[in-house]
């Protein structure tokens, strides 16, 4: 059984760093497709990034490019998202996902760590 779990939220000045983590309690993650995403105050949840299955291709989303990381280490069943020079407009909830391999829909979804920057 899948159960995701972030780690690695808090609270961090403005150009500041976070790594954050999310481990997969109930087995591999290494078959799937990893994504975070976010959620502020008011908004709707977005996309942030993903890994594929082997590490190989990343995506980001526009905002986050160049700034973030997303990794792997599947040996750990850990996915990261090492996030450089953060702004205030970063805030948010940030959710790691499983994507399945049959749908490519993402079906599972960890609790959520907050990052909160300060200006």
């Known amino acids: 059984q899948v159960q995701l779990v972030e780690s690695g939220g808090g609270l961090v000045q403005a150009g500041g760093s976070l790594r954050l983590s999310c481990i997969n309690s109930?087995?591999?993650?290494?078959?799937?497709?990893m994504g975070w995403f976010r959620q502020a105050p008011g908004k709707e949840r977005e996309f942030v990034a993903r890994?594929?299955?082997?590490?190989?291709?990343?995506d980001y989303a526009d905002s986050v490019k160049g700034r973030f990381t997303i990794s792997r280490d599947s040996a750990k069943n850990t996915v990261y998202l090492q996030m450089n020079s953060l702004k205030p407009e970063d805030t948010a909830v940030y959710y790691c996902?499983?994507?399945?391999?049959?749908?490519?829909?993402?079906?599972?979804w960890g609790q959520g760590t907050q990052v909160t920057v300060s200006s």
């Open positions: 890994i594929s299955r082997n590490g190989v291709d990343t």
């Open positions: 996902a499983r994507r399945s391999l049959l749908t490519a829909q993402y079906i599972n």
């Open positions: 109930g087995g591999t993650l290494s078959v799937s497709t």
